[in-house]
Each structure stands twice: as structure tokens, then as C-alpha cells.
């Protein structure tokens, strides 16, 4: 199986930056696609953006230009630079992991970051 911990959040003004990191552990040659996902209260959980183990890049429509997401496969690691931040990018950021486990994929999710943003 694979465990992510995530680090990086905290609060931040509105135009500012903040990078999340994720590392993952335990199963990660097995590791396809990461990712990023935000969540607000009583809202569901809603794709920010995500990476193929090849470097191929996915992106919301709402922080694409903002944004960008990275990965160092070396160090089972995906990164996502947050720039121009909005109040309403406020919200608990969790990282995802698709892996092979045989005989299927599974995903895996951190416990979340929270970024909050001051107007």
C-alpha cells in the first residue's frame, strides 16, 4: 500500500504564494497517477490538479496559469506551486496516489493541509 503526508499549508495573503509538498511511502514503484484535491465545508471534494508518472499534467480550469503541479519520482514526492492566491482558494488541500495493488488500482489520501487566504 501507499501513505502520503502532506506539508506546506498555512495562511497567506491574497496574491500570494505557498508550495504543498506530498510525499509518499510503502508501495510507490507502483505509483501511476498524483495528485491534488481541495475541500471547503459542506462542499465535495474537487480536483485541483494532477500528474502522470510521466509528467503529464491535468489542471482545473480556475487555477490553470496559477498554479503548477510537479513531481520528483526519485523522491516519491509531488509538489504544487500555488501563486496569486485568492480568498476563495481558501479550503483543506488533500493529495492522492493511484497505485497498482494487485489485483486492481486503489488510491490513497493524505490527512490534508489547510490553506487559508486573507483578503
Known amino acids: 500500500q501507499v501513505q502520503l503526508v502532506e506539508s506546506g499549508g498555512g495562511l497567506v495573503q491574497a496574491g500570494g504564494s505557498l508550495t504543498l509538498s506530498c510525499a509518499a511511502s510503502g508501495s510507490t514503484s507502483s505509483i501511476n497517477m498524483m495528485g491534488w484535491y481541495r475541500q471547503t465545508p459542506g462542499k465535495q471534494r474537487e480536483l485541483v490538479a494532477d500528474i502522470t508518472s510521466g509528467g503529464t499534467t491535468n489542471y482545473a480550469n480556475y487555477v490553470k496559469g496559477r498554479f503548477t503541479i510537479s513531481r520528483d519520482n526519485a523522491k516519491h514526492t509531488v509538489y504544487l506551486q500555488m501563486n496569486s492566491l485568492k480568498p476563495e482558494d481558501t479550503a483543506n488541500y488533500y493529495c492522492?496516489?493511484?497505485?497498482?495493488?494487485?489485483?486492481?488500482?486503489?488510491?490513497?489520501w493524505g490527512q490534508g493541509t489547510q490553506v487559508t487566504v486573507s483578503s
Open positions: 492522492n496516489a493511484d497505485y497498482y495493488y494487485y489485483p486492481k488500482y486503489a488510491r490513497s
